[in-house]
């Protein structure tokens, strides 16, 4: 029996093969951290997958070298080339032809050079012209034939892959002459709408080895020639006219019988694929001489890496990078472009599959997972510099119907409102029956077996936090800390306190209710007017709604108001302030503070209007007036607000 030379243990040749391209976590921290940081969230998602994970390369990489390699391509030389290389072919055929003439001493010899003398400018009309001219020098004969026969050759070697070398033989001519019929005739049924598949079949086998890309269906077959297609087009399309002009008579020429096929293939194509870019011309420029097939080349690698651009641009809605064509960014930028961006679609899926975002209309957006990671961080960082310890829960110790399970049970008696608890309401008349001796089943249940959960009531507060969305706070460098400060709240509330109600609320001009996931999106509200009047309305309203919750209102802003609601619901705006304005946010200050409402505000910045208004609001409401720094307004917020949920008012 022979032996297992197989042995199993760790990997030890350098970072683990099987392991996931990116910390998928630690790309969610990176977006985190720019929304901290005062970052659009969209913007923080998108430079996410643009500049890469921990600094590696992202699409704004493979973006710059496919728009370096366009570049390139707009250099690689002079579109003309094609006619100039026919005008210089038959300058030579001219002049060879002139000096067999001048050896001879005949009228024919002089009257061909009288024809040579008298032919047209034009290289199209000069080919056209000497096609049934009789030629005296062999070489000057064969310098005219290779004008025909190059531009033939290019011309169908850049159609179709498979056609340069074998055009080489005379009798394939016949062959391609059928083909081109058989392809037009399948793009016809195509384009009706016929089944072709055995069509497509019967093509290939037959006329198989003109492409040996070898395409798998016939949609295959029609992207790879209308993309040369369409390059073709719009290798006219960058000539100048007269150019142009030269050139399509010169294919015409040298394509002779095959022409009127070609003109029908490039309509069928055109039909087909109507999106390509068939008229627009290209500036293309460079010091050599480019024939048709390096220009036309050319003209279609610049279209692909447009198409390529325009996939990594990434710009149009619901753009995913699965739209990406992954082997277009390997045939075009190469190997390592296509395994970096196969590594970031592994990414964009992992996030979505582990659910760390969601798609929706505007693209890419942080999940409610996501964004208790981003509270956790928010948090995390207002706490490092407060004292650890459980903090503001001022509990009372008797049971209550809202509070939490403490693991204790009591009898019941009447007119409590707690929880049953089944298993020793059950194990009870259990245990009274076989006392008894008369256990058996179903267990009939007295009023005596009831007990009742013990609970843990703890005081709830009900907190409306107003934070100003007006430019100023993203142009003085403070929306990152507004938004640090709000997440860390919401964070807190949702894990330690989950019986407190809070709701945060933006104003600029008119005030909404924000959740979390709005408040990481929302972005700065370019329109004047800091309407604190409707927040202020919106608050009381929240505080309402929980009658037996603690009411606290905290406000963050660092302007005084200068918009208010009107009687038909409208915002009325004016700087500076208006006593309209003033009367009626301090009307809304008043009726929070008749409802018991701790008011308390936060100010940013050394405006004097508003140190002037905050400092009446305190007086008013007997509230209190903050003025932190920037950078410590998230530990100013979650101080106070463990402080005002303890009930100290004042």
């Not at 060879?96 to 001879?104: G, N």
């Not at 064969?142 to 190059?150: H, N, P, R």
Request: aromatic letters at 6%.
């Amino acid at each position: 029996m022979r032996h297992n030379r197989f042995r199993y243990g760790a990997w030890r040749g350098g970072p683990d093969p099987l392991a996931p391209p990116y910390d998928v976590r630690a790309a969610v921290d990176q977006v985190g951290a720019e929304v901290l940081d005062g970052g659009s969230l969209r913007e923080a998602l998108r430079n996410l997958l643009r500049n890469g994970p921990d600094g590696g390369r992202g699409l704004d990489d493979l973006l710059a070298r496919a728009r370096r390699l366009r570049r390139e391509a707009m250099r690689r030389g002079d579109l003309d080339g094609a006619v100039t290389r026919a005008q210089q072919l038959l300058d030579q055929a001219v002049a060879t032809e002139r000096d067999a003439l001048a050896a001879l001493d005949s009228d024919d010899a002089r009257f061909a050079e009288a024809q040579l003398a008298n032919l047209p400018r034009s290289t199209s009309k000069a080919v056209s012209e000497l096609s049934e001219y009789q030629w005296t020098s062999p070489e000057a004969r064969a310098l005219y034939q290779q004008i025909l026969d190059q531009l033939r050759n290019e011309v169908l070697g850049q159609r179709f892959q498979g056609m340069k070398e074998a055009l080489q033989d005379p009798a394939m001519q016949e062959r391609m002459r059928e083909m081109l019929q058989d392809l037009n005739a399948l793009l016809g049924k195509h384009a009706r709408g016929e089944n072709t598949d055995d069509a497509f079949a019967q093509f290939m086998a037959q006329h198989g080895e003109f492409f040996p890309e070898q395409p798998g269906t016939v949609e295959e077959l029609i992207d790879a020639l209308a993309r040369r297609a369409a390059a073709g087009e719009r290798l006219l399309r960058s000539l100048s006219p007269q150019q142009r002009e030269e050139l399509q008579a010169l294919m015409e020429q040298s394509l002779g019988s095959l022409a009127g096929e070609m003109a029908a293939l490039t309509d069928n194509l055109r039909s087909l694929r109507p999106d390509l870019n068939w008229g627009r011309g290209e500036r293309v420029r460079g010091q050599r001489d480019l024939g048709y097939g390096e220009a036309a080349g050319a003209l279609e690698e610049i279209g692909d890496l447009d198409d390529l651009l325009d996939q990594l641009g990434q710009e149009h809605p619901g753009a995913t990078l699965d739209d990406v064509d992954v082997e277009a960014v390997e045939r075009q930028l190469g190997r390592s472009a296509a395994d970096d961006l196969r590594r970031l679609r592994e990414l964009e899926q992992q996030l979505r599959r582990q659910g760390w975002v969601t798609r929706g209309a505007d693209g890419l957006t942080l999940s409610p997972k996501a964004l208790r990671r981003l509270g956790g961080t928010a948090l995390r960082t207002v706490f490092a510099d407060l004292a650890a310890g459980r903090k503001g829960q001022h509990d009372l110790r008797d049971a209550g119907a809202a509070g939490e399970l403490t693991g204790a049970s009591r009898r019941w008696q009447y007119g409590d409102e707690q929880p049953i608890d089944v298993v020793r309401t059950i194990g009870n008349a259990v245990r009274r029956q076989a006392t008894g001796g008369t256990a058996v089943l179903p267990i009939g249940l007295d009023v005596e077996d009831f007990e009742i959960a013990e609970t843990e009531r703890r005081v709830s507060a009900a907190v409306a936090l107003c934070v100003d969305l007006s430019f100023s706070m993203m142009a003085d460098g403070r929306w990152g800390p507004m938004k640090q400060a709000a997440l860390a709240l919401s964070h807190l509330v949702a894990t330690r306190f989950p019986q407190d109600a809070l709701q945060i609320i933006g104003f600029g001009r008119y005030a909404t209710k924000l959740s979390v996931e709005e408040l990481a999106a929302v972005e700065p509200d370019y329109v004047q007017g800091t309407n604190l009047q409707h927040a202020l309305m919106l608050a009381g309203r929240h505080l309402r709604r929980h009658p037996g919750s603690d009411p606290v209102v905290l406000v963050v802003t660092d302007g005084e108001p200068t918009a208010h609601l009107l009687d038909d619901g409208t915002s009325y705006f004016h700087w500076p302030s208006t006593r309209e304005t003033v009367t009626s946010t301090v009307h809304e200050v008043d009726q929070l503070t008749r409802y018991g409402a701790v008011l308390n505000v936060f100010m940013l910045g050394e405006d004097p209007g508003l140190r002037r208004f905050v400092d009446a609001v305190a007086r008013r409401s007997g509230g209190r007036v903050f003025t932190p720094e920037a950078g410590d307004l998230g530990r100013y917020v979650v101080s106070d607000y463990i402080r005002a949920r303890r009930g100290r008012r004042g």
